[in-house]
């Protein structure tokens, strides 16, 4: 599945995150501590940021200006609403550019439905995207091994990817960023994720 896939399916399910049912609180806590390492209150980007705003809201306590940046265009409809003062862009990850440099880069629940073959080039430009001491929490498929696979357990069907544990920290260490925190945070599912800061 292509990106545009991605965004197509994820325009049919907005419904699954304005739920009640939806835990609100699923990754605040990590990215908490993932602030605490960050030496600079500038910009931030939530890289497929949803419609929930958490990880805005968030960001904007904290004291940053945040970003967003989606694939779905439903999803960005209804951030829209709840963040009118928020920057948000309607773009393919795989493809886009950031506009400048950030202090703080989140990617929760969403690089993992990047192309495999893919996933190198725009952790680089994630990183590359960083102010030095930024930092970038991503959570990821916990595997060993570098794999994908598609499944429709959301309702349509969606695709995932991981480099596998070590693959993302072998990359990440030759892009010259230094971990700081890496977790298995639903164990034992296949969840995990990382924490990571430029020099």
Known sequence: MSPTDIGRAYN???HLWQSEKFNLTNGVDAHKRALAFVKNRGRAL?????????FIDLLQQEG?????????????????QKHPDVTFHHQDICQWQ???KYDVITAWDSIWHIPLAQ????????INSL???????FSFGGTDEPGDHTDSFMG???????LGTNGFLSLLIKLGAVCKHLEYDQHPELHAYLIVQKG
Do not use: H, N, W
Not at 64 to 80: C, H, Q, Y
Not at 156 to 162: F, K, L, N, T
């Open 12 to 14: 049919q399910i907005t």
């Open 46 to 54: 939530d890289i497929g940021c949803g419609c929930t705003g958490r």
């Open 64 to 80: 940053f200006t945040p970003e967003g940046v989606d694939i779905s265009a439903e999803m960005l409809r209804l951030a829209k």
């Open 98 to 100: 950031p506009p400048g």
């Open 119 to 126: 996933q190198e080039a725009v952790i680089t430009r994630i």
């Open 131 to 137: 102010s030095e001491g930024g930092v970038f929490i």
């Open 156 to 162: 349509p069907p969606v695709y995932y990817s991981s």
